[in-house]
């Protein structure tokens, strides 16, 4: 990665000549090809410095004997809110994508660990809410992420030095999988933020027809008749929701929902939305940790309540078709 970095700086004068010459001319519109390239590059450089800074630290902390150290590990927060922060900076700048935030104030989650529970859909999803969790309310985020993202190079070192998990759900596997969460849910402080997705995966028609069919195959009628009326989420989880309410019951719970690039599939939606000129529209609401229910029977009637109102929200404020995919 650190020499592809180095291969793309070097030609970089040349390529960048190139898609200024050639964007104008090709039926895209818009400098997309540019705007592409900027981001590719940027990318690369970031990728190539984080790798150098951790193969740095990881000296330091004399080969890795002391990288779990709070001063360590509050290092590598500071490179991951550095990251997210560039990260966003250029991609609203570069793709026009604009976050309008509505819910409680920053101040009112001070001093308190939090389970936040997000809606999983669309492109970079993910990295938008850890990157309001570390740069605008000042959290150490723990994360329940699926395996396919240790493809990249620095988010897999990265996030392997800190109280992340990565899964690769399997049918069968639930128990392990449960059990994870739970561990890694456990001993939260006052600035630490425990996020997992409930749904599992990005919405889509045809997702929600397999989910459904599987509630009902477990005999759960119910659950597969709610799921049935939700029109913009899959049905949640509940075993890892359920296992970090288990381990954390002190913390707040924050429910996230969020809407603007949920369209935004495959990378060919992607390439045909840009620039996106996109706002996307989240909304954060907190409950207080003594407004849990206790009971797993309770929880997971909460849960799918709370489910229901984040569909609501989303199918109000959500401006284009859903998915069929």
Not at 3 to 8: D, G, K, R
Not at 74 to 90: G, K
Not at 189 to 211: M, S
Not at 290 to 304: C, F, G, I, M
Request: glycine content about 6%; aromatic content about 10%; proline content about 7%.
């Amino acid at each position: 990665m650190v020499l592809l970095a180095l291969v793309a700086v070097t030609a970089a004068p040349v390529w960048l000549i190139l898609l200024t010459a050639v964007s104008p001319l090709v039926p895209w519109g818009r400098w997309r090809l540019l705007r592409v390239g900027w981001l590719v590059l940027l990318h690369l450089l970031l990728e190539a410095g984080i790798l150098l800074a951790l193969f740095v630290l990881w000296v330091l902390s004399g080969f890795g004997w002391w990288m779990r150290r709070p001063a360590f590990e509050r290092t590598h927060y500071d490179i991951v809110q550095f990251y997210l922060n560039v990260l966003f900076r250029e991609a609203r700048r570069v793709l026009g994508v604009h976050v309008e935030v509505e819910g409680p104030a920053p101040s009112s989650y001070e001093g308190r660990p939090l389970l936040v529970f997000c809606r999983h859909a669309g492109p970079g999803d993910s990295f938008l809410l850890i990157h309001a969790l570390v740069n605008w309310y000042d959290r150490e985020p723990r994360i329940v992420l699926k395996d396919t993202l240790q493809w990249d190079p620095a988010i897999d070192v990265l996030l392997g030095r800190l109280p992340t998990r990565f899964i690769r759900p399997k049918r069968g596997d639930g128990d392990a999988l449960v059990r994870q969460i739970g561990d890694l849910a456990t001993g939260l402080d006052h600035d630490d933020a425990f996020v997992i997705f409930p749904e599992g995966g990005n919405f889509t028609r045809r997702r929600q027809a397999r989910a459904i069919a599987r509630l009902r195959e477990k005999g759960l009628i119910d659950a597969a008749e709610r799921a049935q009326r939700l029109r913009h989420v899959l049905p949640p989880h509940p075993g890892g929701v359920s296992a970090a309410l288990r381990a954390a019951p002190d913390a707040d719970v924050v429910w996230v929902a969020h809407t603007g690039t949920d369209h935004l599939m495959s990378v060919a939606d992607v390439w045909r939305a840009l620039p996106l000129d996109q706002t996307i529209r989240m909304r954060w609401w907190q409950v207080p940790a003594d407004e849990v229910p206790e009971s797993d029977a309770d929880r997971l009637v909460w849960l799918q309540d709370w489910w229901v109102r984040i569909d609501d929200w989303i199918d109000e404020h959500r401006t284009v078709p859903v998915p069929e995919a």
